[in-house]
């Protein structure tokens, strides 16, 4: 069965340092979106990227953060200059055009020391 | 505005049906889910039911859909060991456009043997 994928599990950085996680989306999907999950919280949605631009972000997604769709499997999220808050599980979903269900990957662990 | 609460937690012994409960703001979401996270893990779907629909049932699994009072239900039969986790309900404004999820607090539930 087809799955999604995040790479690495586990990353840790120091405070303003850049991170690049990364997500290789179900093949067919068309919709791609950034959740993350601080440590006893709620999943918050971060952004939503179709047609190879954001299609959505919330107030969380500053300017210190990005995505992009380099090549046709992967998707990545960047982090310019870290902070200790972002500390958190950070999740990849996709979505197939036309289905409503999102999947999700197994997520990276984000330590900002 | 979007908002989904659940109660933090629910403790069920062995055998014991488990009911978990989901409120929501979005009159417009068009499906409303339910992920289930062990620990460490990703976010799994379990289930998910269509906004005209009161009830759906996939074997140990009946989601319950009370539109006019905007709560959901997922009631696990013959609870296991195996079912102690984070349950988390979401659902997907279709105003944003973008299928984005709105998630809930989470519901530990603890399986007692």
């Known amino acids: 069965e087809p799955e999604v994928t995040q790479t690495p599990s586990h990353q840790v950085t120091q405070m303003g340092q850049e991170v690049i996680l990364r997500c290789v989306p179900i093949?067919?999907?068309?919709?791609f979106y950034w959740y993350r999950q601080i440590l006893g919280q709620k999943v918050e949605f971060l952004v939503s990227?179709?047609?190879?631009?954001?299609?959505?972000k919330s107030e969380i997604f500053d300017d210190q953060f990005s995505v992009e769709r380099p090549d046709g499997s992967n998707f990545t999220l960047k982090i310019r200059s870290t902070k200790l808050e972002d500390s958190a599980m950070y999740f990849c979903?996709?979505?197939?055009?036309?289905?409503?269900?999102?999947?999700f990957g197994p997520g990276t662990r984000l330590t900002v020391t | 505005g979007e908002d989904v609460e659940q109660s933090l937690f629910l403790s069920v012994r062995e055998g014991d049906s488990s009911v978990i409960n989901c409120t929501y703001t979005?009159?417009?979401?068009?499906?409303l889910y339910w992920y289930k996270q062990e620990p460490g893990a990703g976010l799994q779907l379990l289930t998910y039911?269509?906004?005209?629909?009161d009830m759906k049932q996939d074997q140990r699994l009946t989601v319950l859909l009370n539109k006019k009072d905007k709560h959901l239900s997922l009631r696990i039969a013959d609870t296991q060991t195996g079912d102690s986790a984070i349950y988390f309900c979401?659902?997907?404004?279709?105003?944003?456009?973008?299928?984005?999820?709105?998630f809930g607090t989470g519901t530990r539930l603890k399986v007692l043997a």
């Open positions: 979903a996709s979505k197939d055009r036309g289905a409503y269900e999102q999947y």
């Open positions: 093949s067919n999907h068309l919709y």
């Open positions: 990227f179709y047609n190879n631009e954001i299609s959505e």
């Open positions: 979005d009159s417009s979401s068009t499906y």
């Open positions: 039911i269509f906004s005209n629909m």
């Open positions: 979401a659902e997907s404004p279709t105003t944003s456009g973008t299928y984005k999820y709105i």
